[in-house]
């Protein structure tokens, strides 16, 4: 049922270390006010703070932490996940879960989060979304596409992760007013692209050390 589950800033809801800890299966709901924590460690069963499987929901204002993928959002389409605060379990860079992921999945508006040390955030055979105003740090990715068509890249702020933004196989991106610094992996990439067409890049900041 689209139920509304509002916790005021006042509510925990912990999975006990097994398993995501909401797996929302429906359309037109709204999770907000929430603190979810202590997901499972499976990359299998892709353990998250939310799992996403329907449209129209509207994920904001929660605070993720120790879980091993934030939002997982699998074929779910037009949903909103706005200014949460994710993090991910203290493991090593590579063993951490996305913060968002989103997979078969079209028209989402992803904006004005806060990322602390996961892994990457990632779009795979996605098109059509907005991700804009997020901020994310101590992670792999700042952005990572691949077959993912007709994106609106906005006004985030990627500082000190391995990588900025890298896309390959994808067309039709638009990148405007990015501020990416600091990358500090081997590669060092601020923007990167491959077998990609069609950009527009217009007033993004990469800065190196």
Same mark, same amino acid.
Do not use: C
């Given at each position: *049922? ?12 912990? /999975? ?16 907000? #006010? ?34 091993? !993928? ?12 706005? %200014?949460?605060?994710?993090?991910? *379990? ?5 063993? %951490? ?29 996605? /098109? ?11 992670? %792999?990715?700042?952005?990572? !596409?691949?077959?993912?068509? %007709? ?8 500082? #000190? ?17 990015? !501020?990416? /610094?600091?990358? /500090?992996?081997?590669?060092?990439? #601020?923007?990167? !692209? ?16």
């Amino acid at each position: *049922k689209p139920l509304t589950i509002d916790g005021r800033g006042k509510v925990t809801i912990d /999975a006990g270390g097994k398993g995501s800890v909401i797996v929302l299966d429906t359309d037109g709901a709204t999770l907000k #006010g929430l603190h979810l924590t202590n997901s499972g460690e499976s990359h299998n069963d892709l353990d998250s703070g939310v799992q996403v499987r329907g449209r129209f929901n509207v994920i904001k204002d929660n605070v993720v932490d120790n879980t091993l !993928f934030g939002f997982d959002l699998q074929q779910s389409d037009n949903n909103i996940v706005r %200014r949460n605060h994710i993090s991910s *379990k203290p493991l090593e860079l590579g063993l %951490r879960g996305d913060a968002i992921r989103l997979w078969y999945s079209f028209n989402n508006k992803i904006t004005d989060n806060v990322i602390s040390n996961s892994r990457d955030l990632v779009v795979w055979y996605s /098109a059509d979304n907005v991700i804009a105003r997020n901020r994310s740090s101590g992670g %792999r990715y700042s952005l990572h !596409f691949m077959y993912s068509n %007709r994106n609106e890249i906005l006004d985030n702020h990627f500082v #000190g992760n391995q990588v900025g933004i890298f896309v390959m196989y994808s067309n039709g991106m638009v990148f405007t007013n990015n !501020f990416i /610094a600091h990358a /500090a992996g081997a590669l060092g990439v #601020g923007i990167g !692209f491959k077998e990609s067409s069609n950009l527009l890049l217009e007033d993004n900041q990469v800065l190196y050390t």
